[in-house]
Each structure stands twice: as structure tokens, then as C-alpha cells.
């Protein structure tokens, strides 16, 4: 059973808007945040939006700081990252993770589970 399940992307132009969801299947375990990930061609993964599931406490990268929304639907175990004002720069794959702990910074974790990713083009 795969443990996290992405859906939403797609190609918009810039300035526009999309929803990526992710659904955590029973099998996760014991996590304490979900978080959103993404990687560009040539470059590392990185953390952008991270959710620490007892207290609501979410974490921003700064390059999304203002334009991106991470949410979490506990009813049907979905993980959401509504992403406005998108630039051509957030294009890359995103993933969904969960683990135990992550920094405010997002830049050191423990991460349990990813998912397949989900691919997010913005155009010029």
C-alpha cells in the first residue's frame, strides 16, 4: 500500500493557481508533521511548507511565504498546498512527505514517507 498519494499538478501560466492534494493511507504511522517538498532539474529538493499535526504550527520557505497556503483535512487524512501567484520559479516536482520532526527552517528532518511527486509547470 502506497503510503501517500499526490494529485493536482499540472501546467498554469504565471500568476495563476493550483491545489495540490495528498492523501495519507493508513500505513502512516506514528508521523508528527506533513510537509510539502519540491526539486527542480539540477538542483536539491527542498522544503517549502510544513505542518505539524497536534498544534497547526505551519512553516514556510520564504521563497512561498505569502502565495502558498498548507492545510490538512484530518476527516479524510488529506494533506493540501493551494499555491496563488505562481511563478515561472516554482516549477519543479512536488512531493509529499511525513515524518517525525522538522526545523522551522525546513532545512533538517526526519522523514518517514514521500510520495511519487506531482509535476507543477508555470509558464511565462
Known amino acids: 500500500q502506497v503510503p501517500l498519494v499526490e494529485s493536482g499538478g499540472g501546467s498554469v501560466q504565471a500568476g495563476g493557481s493550483l491545489r495540490l492534494s495528498c492523501v495519507a493511507s493508513?500505513?502512516?504511522?506514528?508521523?508528527?508533521?506533513m510537509a510539502w517538498f519540491r526539486q527542480a532539474p539540477g538542483t536539491e529538493r527542498e522544503g517549502i511548507a510544513a505542518?505539524?499535526?497536534?498544534?497547526?504550527?505551519?512553516y514556510y520557505a520564504d521563497s512561498v511565504k505569502g502565495r502558498f497556503t498548507i492545510s490538512r483535512d484530518n476527516a479524510n487524512n488529506t494533506l493540501y498546498l493551494q499555491m496563488n501567484s505562481l511563478k515561472p520559479e516554482d516549477t519543479a516536482t512536488y512531493y509529499c512527505?511525513?515524518?517525525?520532526?522538522?526545523?522551522?527552517?525546513?532545512?533538517?528532518?526526519?522523514?518517514?514517507?514521500w510520495g511519487q511527486g506531482t509535476q507543477v509547470t508555470v509558464s511565462s
Open positions: 512527505a511525513a515524518g517525525k520532526y522538522i526545523t522551522y527552517d525546513l532545512r533538517r528532518h526526519q522523514v518517514n514517507y
Open positions: 493508513t500505513y502512516t504511522e506514528n508521523i508528527v508533521f
Open positions: 505542518l505539524y499535526l497536534g498544534s497547526g504550527t505551519t
